[in-house]
């Protein structure tokens, strides 16, 4: 059974940073994508960044580039999303996601003006 589980959010001021875990277990053969997504109040789901394997590749929505990194330590089967200069807007849960499909619960973060 595949579990992810994310941590690292909280309530920042605007400005401000943190960075997100994404823990995954079970079975992880084949996993060569892994996500994270956001889902503000109110509004769809978006693709916030994504990683291959090994950190070969990454994508960023434009709305976060620049200040958001996304990065992987596979030896701990875990992505990060390090967020800086956060806005009010990134106000969100936060999701991490593979490839398969499969999604953790969410880390609520939360940006004050």
């Known amino acids: 059974q595949v579990q992810l589980v994310e941590s690292g959010g909280g309530s920042v001021q605007a400005g401000g940073s943190l960075r997100l875990s994404c823990v995954s277990s079970g079975t992880l053969f084949g996993i060569n994508v892994m996500a994270w997504y956001r889902q503000a109040p109110g509004k769809q789901r978006e693709l916030v960044a994504t990683i291959t394997r090994g950190g070969t590749s990454t994508t960023y929505a434009d709305s976060v580039k620049g200040r958001f990194t996304i990065s992987s330590d596979n030896s701990k089967d875990t992505v990060y999303l390090q967020m800086t200069n956060l806005k009010f807007e990134d106000t969100a849960v936060y999701y991490c996601?593979?490839?398969?499909?499969?999604w953790g619960r969410g880390t609520q973060v939360t940006v004050s003006s």
């Open positions: 996601k593979n490839e398969n499909n499969y």
